[in-house]
């Protein structure tokens, strides 16, 4: 045998040892897990089991990227406990998680990012409606767009927490690439016409402009969408993600073609219970104000005098008549906290309403 021939046969003896190891060991959690389960069951006869535990599994992956010793990147080594812990909740209780459909869209890419894949993904046509699949108990929790960096915020979804009786139990953020798709028989045909969703078209702007301009912009209901209908017909482009591309077989006119390369979206896991403190939290508040002289001040003093950092307001216009404004306000903290608490019984002496839209880990992945 050759030197490189002995050597990779010693190494890949190696692998497959190691290969056994990993193999018995994630058998052994897996095992952990099942009890798990049984023991949450045990504890609540008769009564809806949550399985999913968002603040124990922020805790595990965090854990996971500090004591990560490499060579893996923190993020790889990440992922990989992701998928592992997904199959453990699956055998826990397989989960079914709605999202912002059709498949193919980001949202989809968010959910598996945030779920991992041993999950059932459910697409729906409407944010609205991911809010009734989850109000109603037909899926487990839901993934919905909130806000995007260069976009600003999806109001839809803001304006669902008005009316919905359901909590924030996570965020997951996703670094959103474009591309400009074709498929193979239009690859070297004129483009023109190109689809996409409204916001793709937004994040795109100056690239159409300079690379496209003057060709026709079609606005569809999800980048997927437009995907689909680049396929079906020649001489089309879609702007989309990689999934959509995958899905209907469509290659890359041009790659990453976001005006704006740290391009992000955050979603939002919504579910029908509060999640417990994991250590490192934000919260989501919706405030409506009297509509008076320094409402605004009112409102965020409590922030600052308790040494709580806002990470977002938004105004949203009031639903009804009796609302004069309605804030939406996220900070960092949980409510189980001393100081938040000390905030909200604040800000509630002021507000004509304060509704608690729920604590939940600051995203990991
Ligand atoms: O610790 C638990 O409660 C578990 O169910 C175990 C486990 C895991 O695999 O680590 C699985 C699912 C939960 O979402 C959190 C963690």
């Not at 509060?274 to 405030?287: F, P, R, T």
């Not at 189980?336 to 002021?350: A, I, M, T």
């Amino acid at each position: 045998m050759t030197d490189e021939k002995t050597r990779l046969a010693e190494l890949r003896d190696q692998i497959d040892s190691i290969d056994q190891q990993i193999m018995d060991l994630i058998s052994a959690r897996a095992a952990c897990a099942q009890e798990v389960a049984n023991v949450k069951m045990a504890a609540n006869p008769g009564q809806d089991v949550f399985f999913y535990r968002p603040e124990r599994e922020a805790q595990v992956l965090r854990r996971i990227k500090e004591q990560n010793p490499g060579p893996l990147a923190d993020e790889e080594m990440a992922r990989l406990f992701r998928e592992i812990m997904s199959a453990c909740l699956a055998l826990e209780k397989p989960m079914h998680i709605a999202f912002l459909g059709p498949i193919g869209t980001f949202t989809q890419a968010a959910a598996l990012k945030h779920f991992g894949h041993s999950v059932v993904s459910v697409p729906l046509p409407a944010i609205d409606a991911v809010f009734r699949e989850v109000e109603s108990g037909a899926a487990h929790y839901g993934v919905v767009p909130v806000e995007n960096s260069t976009e600003g915020m999806i109001n839809h979804t803001l304006d669902m927490f008005m009316s919905s009786p359901l909590k924030i139990c996570g965020e997951v953020q996703l670094r959103i690439h474009h591309h400009l798709l074709v498929s193979p028989e239009s690859k070297d045909q004129e483009i023109t016409r190109i689809y996409s969703h409204q916001q793709s078209f937004a994040q795109c702007r100056q690239w159409l402009d300079t690379h496209r301009y003057g060709i026709e912009r079609v606005t569809v209901s999800s980048n997927a969408e437009a995907a689909r209908r680049a396929a079906e017909e020649p001489g089309t482009a879609a702007i989309a993600g990689d999934m959509a591309a995958e899905l209907y077989g469509l290659e890359k006119l041009a790659n990453c073609i976001e005006d704006r390369p740290d391009n992000t979206t955050r979603f939002l896991i919504i579910g029908r219970e509060e999640v417990s403190a994991s250590g490192h939290d934000k919260s989501s508040i919706l405030v409506s104000m009297r509509n008076k002289p320094g409402a605004l001040y009112q409102l965020l003093e409590p922030f600052h005098r308790h040494g709580i950092s806002l990470t977002r307001i938004e105004t949203r216009p009031s639903p009804s008549g009796t609302w004069a404004y309605v804030f939406y306000i996220d900070f960092e903290g949980h409510v189980e906290d001393e100081q938040v608490r000390k905030v909200l019984s604040d800000v509630d002496e002021e507000a004509v309403e304060l509704k608690k839209l729920g604590s939940y880990p600051i995203g990991v992945l």
